[in-house]
Structures are given as C-alpha cells and as structure tokens.
T-cell receptor
Framework: DAGITQSPRHKVTETGTPVTLRCHQT?????MYWYRQDPGHGLRLIHY???????DKGEVSDGYSVSRSKTEDFLLTLESATSSQTSVYFC??????????????FGEGSRLTVL | AQSVTQPDIHITVSEGASLELRCNYS??????LFWYVQSPGQGLQLLLK??????LVQGIKGFEAEFKRSQSSFNLRKPSVHWSDAAEYFC???????????FGKGTMLLVSP
C-alpha cells in the first residue's frame, strides 16, 4: 500500500471555525490532491499540487485553501467552516499523472462534520 | 474538458452471476481510463487501467474492462460475482498532459445471496 496518512481521521467542529486537514506521504510522489466525496456527487477535486509551493484549483475550490511547503505534506484548510463542507475528504498522490504510468493512490479519508 | 458518466447508481447482482458496470466518457483524444473500487469506510483502490494497446485489460480480483472507442465506453466486467465484491465502483478518465483525473459519480454494487 502507498504510504499516505491523513489526519485527523474524524473531526466534528462548529460553523465558523477554522479547520486544517493534513496529508502526509512517504512515497516522494510529485503530485498530491484533495478530493471531497459526497453522496450523489462522487469524488470532486478541491485543489491539487504539482510540486512544492505549486498548487492549482479544482472544480470545488471555493472556501478552501491549500499549502505544500514540503514534498511529503499537503494541507487543506477551511478558513471558516460551513455546514456545506461536511464531507469525507480524501488525499491522493501520483508519481506521474498525465504520463503513461499515471494513476492515483488514495488515503483512507478524513470525515469532517460541521455543526 | 473531460467527463465521465456512470449511468447506474445502484446495481444488484446475485452471487455467482456475471457483472457489467457501465462507464461512458467524453474526451476528444485518446483517454487514460481507470476503474477504482471503494469498500465501506475505506479509500479507493485501483482495479485496472487502460493507457494504450490491447483494448481488453485485466485487473485485480478477477475484473476486466474493455475500451471501445466507437462507443466512448470502458465497461467493467466480472464473470462470477462474490459477496466480497459488494462495494462502490468508480470510473475515471485522464489524458496525456493532464495533471488530474475526472471521476464518475459511482455505482454501488449490492450482491444478493
């Protein structure tokens, strides 16, 4: 299994509070991703990174920010959590996305509940 | 832009019966196609992938998928379903030069005794 650790795995918070989810990898892969999974919507990309300090937005990036100061860590921050951000968040990594070996490896997910 | 459609939200199959899960994609050039499986409370695991060459690809756990360019499809098949196959299945599409994958909304497979 790919070495991907997400923390925390479960979190309950209140509307308006900041939340940071962490993704840590031991594979030295270049690409890192944050997806959210919601019933009826599948997986939707929030943000991704293609290198240290290089990030880009996905299809549902509003209300989220990310940072990648080291190859191994990719942080997802909700500056002021809302109930619509209640979801399961998955981190994924890839060594060579867009080339002939590109595939994603997923973490086990972080379940966030915003009350 | 790429898109993926999985027409079936839920499918119920009897144990031992054959399975086919449908996936249609939209992309102008040759896509890279993937099938992932997600067991309850778990992350996604890659079942198989297609990049080029033989259009029938074999994956783990006895699954296979066939790329049909004329139909823009990449359907997942298994000849005999086991109760442990009950899970949610996701089709995804990528392409050369793209840094992301686009996922379908998933098909939940239920296996009846």
């Amino acid at each position: 299994d790919a070495g991907i650790t997400q923390s925390p795995r479960h979190k309950v918070t209140e509307t308006g509070t900041p939340v940071t989810l962490r993704c840590h990898q031991t594979e030295n892969h270049r690409y890192m991703y944050w997806y959210r999974q919601d019933p009826g919507h599948g997986l939707r990309l929030i943000h991704y990174s293609y290198g240290v300090k290089d990030t880009d937005k996905g299809e549902v990036s509003d209300g989220y920010s990310v940072s990648r100061s080291k190859t191994e860590d990719f942080l997802l921050t909700l500056e002021s959590a809302t109930s619509s951000q209640t979801s399961v968040y998955f981190c994924a990594i890839s060594e060579s996305m867009g080339r002939n070996t590109g595939e994603l490896f997923f973490g086990e997910g972080s379940r966030l509940t915003v009350l | 832009a790429q898109s993926v459609t999985q027409p079936d939200i839920h499918i119920t199959v009897s144990e031992g019966a054959s399975l086919e899960l449908r996936c249609n994609y939209s992309y102008g050039a040759t896509p890279y196609l993937f099938w992932y499986v997600q067991s309850p409370g778990q992350g996604l695991q890659l079942l198989l992938k297609y990049f080029s060459g033989d259009t029938l690809v074999q994956g783990i756990k006895g699954f296979e998928a066939e790329f049909k360019r004329s139909q823009s499809s990449f359907n997942l098949r298994k000849p005999s379903v086991h109760w442990s196959d009950a899970a949610e299945y996701f089709c995804a599409v990528g392409a050369l030069g793209y840094s992301t994958l686009t996922f379908g909304k998933g098909t939940m497979l239920l296996v009846s005794p």
